[in-house]
């Protein structure tokens, strides 16, 4: 299958990446990171090479929710070499620091450990980078749309009012330093009881569409609220392969395949 490029072919910053994608979420505990791995894997379920870089640089979630606890290797030039496992490339702060040793960083810090992780790692030829962007509208996010040409940004949001207002913030700041939104996700969307199949939609439903609908973005999806989701990333085995014929992937991979509608609408 030919994906799309949305990024120049002489990019200096991100040579062999054709489409680098934010994923970010203007608060935390939305299951941003549990979408971005789970939306990776859906996009190499599909035949892209893709790559993963969780940019959460005091709250790496990559080492658990994968799994992977290994130290990446630097080569020639001190090129550091990503992680690869389950068929993605990738890259955290929690492969170089030990599990329970805390990161404290001024801010202008974690701006050079995300521009490192970016323009200094061996990513090779990808169709996809997704970029696991922490919570809020700090350093991370201002330093990642300045040293880097994006593909755009996918929100994370889930359906209370509180979240939804947050999303309106977040969408501002991308605006600002000229970043297009590609899609709107609600995750945590309705929760599906395991013994009846009943549909419940415990934090209320269909935000997430009505605000993609009023600000004008495409709408990629909605993720149940699952704890199947959630045991499979504590265990280190995302869902996407755990259960890939389940429902709850099928949920994913149906937020992969808009996504690159959208790329190719830019393309």
Known sequence: MAFPRTLPEDSTTL?????????????GGVGKSTLALNA?????????????????????????????????EVGDGDRIRPLQAHGLAMMSMGFLTRRETPVIWRGPLLGQAVQQFLQQVEWGELDFLLVDMPPGTGDIALTLSQVVA????????????????????????????????????????????PHCDARHEIFGHGGGREAAERLEVPFLGEIPLDGEIREAGDRGQPLMLAQPDSARARAFDTVAAGLIRVLESLS
């Open 15 to 27: 040579p062999g990446v054709a489409n680098a994608v934010a994923f970010s979420s203007a608060k």
């Open 40 to 72: 990776a894997l859906a996009l190499s379920g599909r035949g892209a090479r893709v790559g993963l870089l969780d940019a959460d640089i005091y709250g790496p979630s990559l080492p658990v929710l994968t799994g992977v606890r290994e130290e990446p």
């Open 150 to 193: 994006l593909s755009g940004a996918v929100v994370v949001t889930t359906p209370q009012g509180v979240a939804l207002q947050d999303v309106e913030r977040g969408m501002a700041m991308f605006d600002k330093v000229d970043v297009d939104i590609l899609g709107l996700v609600e995750n945590m969307s309705y929760y599906l009881c």
